[in-house]
């Protein structure tokens, strides 16, 4: 059983930053890989940003590509999405995720556990 806890969310301005985390609880965390992902109201769930289990590969959605960086931190069972340059259209709950199969790094059905979202507000 793996339990994931987002946080980090808020108000911004845009051009502005924010952090988010991901803390996960459970075994083996270093042997899977994550993904961020984002909803905005009456849209559907879409990537955001992945991370292989070891760090070492990343893949962005094009509309992250340059603004947002994600990262872990395997001792600490942490995953970030560092995101730069927020535009209004980011506004979004944003979840974090783990990959459970080797399916598409971009699709939400590769991810079998979720976090409940932390609410990402982007103001122009």
């Known amino acids: 059983q793996v339990q994931l806890v987002e946080s980090g969310g808020g108000l911004v301005q845009a051009g502005g930053s924010l952090r988010l985390s991901c803390a996960a609880s459970?075994?083996?965390?270093?042997?899977?890989?994550m993904g961020w992902f984002r909803q905005a109201p009456g849209k559907e769930r879409e990537f955001v940003a992945a991370?292989?289990?070891?760090?070492?590969?990343?893949y962005y959605a094009d509309s992250a590509k340059g603004r947002f960086t994600i990262s872990r931190d395997n001792a600490k069972n942490m995953v970030y999405l560092q995101m730069n340059s927020l535009k209004p259209e980011d506004t979004a709950v944003y979840y974090c995720?783990?990959?459970?199969?080797?399916?598409?790094?971009?699709?939400?059905?590769?991810?079998?556990?979720w976090g409940q979202g932390t609410q990402v507000t982007v103001s122009s």
């Open positions: 995720a783990k990959r459970s199969s080797l399916g598409s790094y971009y699709s939400t059905k590769s991810y079998d556990y």
């Open positions: 459970g075994r083996a965390f270093s042997s899977y890989a």
């Open positions: 991370i292989s289990w070891s760090g070492d590969t990343t």
